[in-house]
């Protein structure tokens, strides 16, 4: 009968890389001496799972291939008999032998399970089937804040080179246009996080060139973002908003433009001052105040002349309005909190990514430095980690909470997290 083991293979792989279990009088099933020299290294391809190892078996030492299984019986189960690449294994390691020696093949096999701390099975399980904010949401917060700064480091440069990865593809796109890619960079940083894509595709659809000819026209700017928004097409009575879609049109025609369609953009669920029209008239005001957007960002020597060049004042009429035709007293631009998450998000990956395309380490420590004057960002999930005990002294270490909340600790990847690891005793750090 088929036993089912209280722990997954990728724990059971974990467990033998790092040997994780006591090593003394260690015996085969059949009664043999065994000492285990190096577990050898993890195969991602095809055939065993670890290559490489050096093993004792009574006075003879061994080298070559381990295949870990969590029964015996899994073996046959999964037809190595038949297969050449598992012929010269020199030791099959499994969690529980549940077949007669006879039975269990020719290669020497190890049995693990006596020799696995349980407690380590208990940690594994509990953080398996828990339902908190973090799986180590009881304990994340007694993890040593030195630990906690190397892997929050590591989870930076992780999710930097992410966004970098698509910052590349827009560079091969436009032949390294970087003041192009910036354009389209901070006009999705603009819509984020729920208009992110139609901010893109508005931004895309529309060249830069022909932005920057009438940048010192601030109608025929404003023209322009909101008809390739698609937000001009309705029936208006404002004269300002009149005043867009005639010269929109005149432009549409002129430079054969197609704009985005208006379903694409959301509005539920937010709060006014985020309202995509209000975004996009900080844009437009953006795109009219800063020639050269990009030569503007590599030239700034302090973290203060970044936040004045975003911290822009939309035009008169979205002074007193949130939407076309529906006027307020008074708008509240956005403040220092969605100028901080433009720079954060986009602006210094995209200064760290030209020094790494240009070997430049300046504009690199430059990136990083001012990521980590700024405070940490306010949200939901980084408020959640704090109240966990898990600190963030500023926006490098809440991006690195970010990051790690949804890429590890959403898909229960307790494994592949050092603070995980650390929690399970699986590394001595």
Request: with cysteine; aromatic share 12%; proline share 5%.
């Amino acid at each position: 009968m088929h036993v089912n083991p209280p722990l997954s293979e990728e724990l059971f792989q974990h467990i033998w890389a790092c040997r994780i279990f006591k090593q003394d009088n260690l015996v085969t099933t059949t009664g043999e001496p065994l000492q285990i020299i190096y577990p050898g290294w993890q195969n991602h391809h095809s055939g065993p799972d670890f290559t490489g190892a050096k093993i004792r078996i009574g006075n003879t030492v061994w080298a070559g291939a381990v295949e870990l299984h969590l029964s015996t019986s899994d073996w046959f189960r999964h037809g190595h008999q038949h297969n050449k690449q598992y012929g010269r294994i020199i030791l099959h390691v499994v969690f529980v032998h549940d077949l007669p020696q006879r039975e269990a093949g020719d290669a020497p096999c190890l049995e693990l399970q006596q020799y696995i701390p349980k407690l380590l099975l208990q940690r594994y399980e509990w953080l398996r089937q828990s339902a908190s904010f973090v799986p180590c949401a009881d304990s994340a917060g007694d993890i040593s804040r030195l630990i906690w700064l190397s892997w929050k480091e590591r989870l930076l440069a992780e999710r930097w080179e992410n966004k970098m990865n698509g910052l590349r593809a827009w560079l091969l796109c436009n032949k390294y246009n970087w003041e192009e890619a910036c354009y389209w960079a901070v006009a999705q940083s603009y819509g984020m996080p729920v208009n992110a894509l139609p901010f893109l595709q508005m931004a895309q659809s529309l060249p830069y060139n022909i932005l920057m000819r009438h940048k010192h026209q601030p109608l025929l700017t404003e023209a322009l973002l909101f008809g390739q928004a698609g937000m001009l097409e309705a029936d208006f009575i404002d004269v300002y908003p009149l005043q867009l879609q005639r010269e929109y049109l005149h432009l549409r025609h002129k430079y054969q433009l197609q704009p985005i369609a208006p379903h694409h953009w959301n509005w539920l669920r937010m709060r006014p001052a985020s309202f995509p029209t209000l975004r996009l008239a900080a844009f437009a005001t953006l795109m009219q105040q800063t020639s050269h957007l990009f030569s503007r960002i590599l030239e700034a020597r302090e973290l203060g002349e970044l936040e004045r060049l975003f911290f822009v004042r939309p035009s008169a009429y979205w002074q007193e309005h949130y939407r076309f035709g529906q006027p307020v007293t008074a708008t509240h631009r956005p403040g220092k909190q969605a100028v901080h998450a433009v720079l954060i998000n986009t602006v210094l990956p995209l200064l760290y990514l030209y020094g790494q395309q240009k070997n430049t380490r300046y504009y690199q420590e430059k990136a990083l430095h001012f990521l980590q004057q700024l405070p940490a960002e306010k949200n939901k999930i980084t408020n959640a980690w704090e109240k966990l005990g898990v600190t963030q002294e500023n926006a490098m270490e809440s991006q690195a909470l970010l990051q790690l909340k949804q890429y590890y600790c959403d898909e229960k990847r307790c494994l592949k997290c050092a603070i995980g690891m650390k929690i399970l005793g699986g590394e001595k750090m």
